[in-house]
C-alpha cells in the first residue's frame, strides 16, 4: 500500500526513482514504477495528489482517436479503467464508471463526411464498437436532442469514472512513496546524467527522474536546461445545480462545430467549451474564471440540446460553479512520453490535454522504457519525434 505523507529528514534517502507531480499522470507513473519493482519516490508540491489540474477536469474518457499513437493509449487505458479493482490488486475498489458512451454531434452538413471518415478510421485503428449515426437513429437513442441534428459519431464504452478514486487507487494500489508538500527545486547531475533530485525538504539521489509535472513541466525541463515544446492554455468548465430535468442517461454530447460539450452529474449538469482563441499564458497554480463562461457555454450548449433554455431561463448565479485548469499542448497535441537523450535518466510524461483517459497506459509505457521492456523506437511518442522528421497533428476533435 503506497504512503502519503509529509516527509521529515530521514525520509530522504537513495531511491530508484523519483516522479515529480502527483495528478493523475505521476500517480500512474508511480504505480507501474513501484509494480515493475523500482523503489518509487513521488514529489508533489501541494498538500495532497490530484489538487491541480486533475480535478478541474469533466473526468470523461474515450476511445474515439483518429491519430494511431492517441488509440494505442486509449484503448488500453479504458480496459484497465473497465477493471480497474484487479489492476491496482484491491477488490470491489470503485472508480465510479460510468459508460454513458461519448456523442460527437454535427447539424452542418458540410461536416457530416468528416465524422463518417472519423469513424473508418477509428475502424481502421481498432476501435471496432464506435458508429456513425445519421439523423434518425440519433433522435431514436437521444430524443432530447435538436431535430436539427444530421450525424454523429458514437461510442458506448466511453464515458467518465472519478478522477479522485483512480488517483487514490494508484497510489493505494502499489508500494510507492509520495511525499506531498515536497517541491522540486533542481534536478542534479553528473558526468553520467541525472543523480538526484533537491527538494524544499531534502535531497533525494537517484539515477531516474519523471518529469510529470503537468502544467509546470516546462519549467521542471528547464531544471535540466531543456527547452520542452509544451503550451498552456486555459480551459474552463462549469456545473449547474438545476431543477431541470437533464437526462440523466445522456453520452457526453459535443457540439463539433462551436466545441461546445456536457454531460449529467447528479443533481444538475456539466458543461464547457474550448475556446480556440484563448491565448497561451503562463502556467499558475491560480487559474482565474470568467464572469461570463456560463452564460456564454449555456448559448452554445442549447443549440443541439434545447432543454439547454429551460436550465437557461431558471438558474440563478448561486447555482453555478466555474473552474479552470490548463490544457498542455504540444506541436502535435500528443504527449512527450519517453527519455530525453540529452540527460540520461531524465524521462518526461507531460504534454497533456487529455491526461486523465490517457494516464494509465502512459504511466505503464514509462514504466517499460525505464525498465528496457519497450524500446524508444517503438514509442511514437518519444520527445525526440520533431528533431526525426515525424509527429505530425491529426484529425482528433476537440483537442482546440
Ligand atoms: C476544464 C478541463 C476539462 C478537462 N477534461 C478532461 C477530460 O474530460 N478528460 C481528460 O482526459 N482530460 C481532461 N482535461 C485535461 C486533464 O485534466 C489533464 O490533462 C490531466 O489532469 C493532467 O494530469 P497531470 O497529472 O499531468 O497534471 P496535474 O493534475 O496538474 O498534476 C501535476 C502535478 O505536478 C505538481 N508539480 C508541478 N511542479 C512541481 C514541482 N516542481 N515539484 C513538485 N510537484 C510539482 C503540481 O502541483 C500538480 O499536482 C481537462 C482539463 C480541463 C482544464
Known amino acids: 500500500m503506497g504512503r502519503i505523507f509529509t516527509p521529515t529528514e530521514n525520509d530522504f534517502g537513495k531511491t530508484d526513482a523519483v516522479i515529480i507531480g502527483g495528478g493523475i499522470v505521476g500517480t500512474s507513473t508511480a504505480f507501474w514504477l513501484s509494480r515493475a519493482g523500482l523503489d518509487v519516490v513521488l514529489v508533489e508540491m501541494r498538500d495532497g495528489l490530484s489538487t491541480l489540474t486533475t480535478p478541474a477536469s469533466v473526468e470523461c474518457f474515450r476511445a474515439q482517436f483518429t491519430e494511431p499513437a492517441m488509440a494505442a493509449l486509449a484503448i488500453p487505458s479504458i480496459e484497465m479503467f473497465e477493471h480497474f479493482d484487479e489492476v491496482i490488486g484491491l477488490p470491489g475498489y470503485s472508480i465510479s464508471i460510468k459508460q454513458q458512451g461519448y456523442l460527437f454531434l454535427t447539424d452542418n452538413p458540410q461536416t457530416v463526411e468528416d465524422l463518417k471518415e472519423n469513424v473508418d478510421q477509428q475502424h481502421r485503428l481498432g476501435v471496432t464498437d464506435s458508429e456513425f449515426l445519421e439523423r434518425d437513429e440519433i433522435l431514436a437513442r437521444f430524443p432530447f436532442l435538436s431535430p436539427s441534428v444530421l450525424a454523429a459519431t458514437f461510442r458506448q464504452r466511453d464515458g467518465w469514472l472519478s478522477c479522485h478514486e ?90 463539433v462545430n462551436n466545441n461546445s460539450y456536457w454531460r449529467p452529474e447528479p443533481g444538475g449538469v456539466l458543461v464547457a467549451w ?45 447555482d453555478m460553479t466555474t473552474s479552470a485548469g490548463f490544457y498542455v499542448y504540444t506541436p502535435d497535441d500528443q504527449p512527450l512520453i519517453g527519455s530525453v537523450p540529452e540527460v540520461p535518466g531524465f524521462f518526461v510524461n507531460c504534454g497533456y490535454w487529455a491526461g486523465v483517459m490517457l494516464s494509465p497506459e502512459a504511466g505503464k509505457r514509462i514504466a517499460d522504457l525505464v525498465t528496457g521492456k519497450m524500446d524508444s523506437k517503438d514509442n511514437p511518442l518519444r520527445p525526440t519525434r520533431y528533431k526525426e522528421g515525424l509527429g505530425k497533428k491529426g484529425k482528433t476533435l476537440m483537442s482546440h
Open 166 to 255: 483512480t488517483t487514490q487507487g494508484f497510489a493505494k494500489g502499489c508500494d510507492a512513496r509520495f511525499f506531498i508538500n515536497t517541491k522540486a527545486a533542481g534536478i542534479l547531475t553528473d558526468a553520467k546524467g541525472v543523480c538526484g533530485v533537491e527538494t524544499n525538504r531534502g535531497v533525494l539521489p537517484t539515477r531516474t527522474v519523471v518529469n510529470a509535472a503537468g502544467p509546470f513541466a516546462a519549467e521542471v525541463g528547464r531544471m535540466v536546461n531543456l527547452d520542452l515544446p509544451l503550451e498552456t492554455v486555459r480551459r474552463q468548465k462549469v456545473y449547474i445545480k438545476t431543477s431541470v430535468k437533464i437526462p440523466q442517461d445522456a453520452p457526453f454530447t459535443v457540439d
Open 274 to 318: 474550448v475556446d480556440s482563441d484563448e491565448p497561451v499564458s503562463q502556467p499558475s497554480e491560480n487559474v482565474h474564471t470568467d464572469w461570463e463562461f456560463p452564460a456564454v457555454t449555456l448559448d452554445k450548449v442549447r443549440r443541439l440540446a434545447p432543454f439547454f433554455k429551460e436550465v437557461e431561463r431558471t438558474v440563478r448565479q448561486p
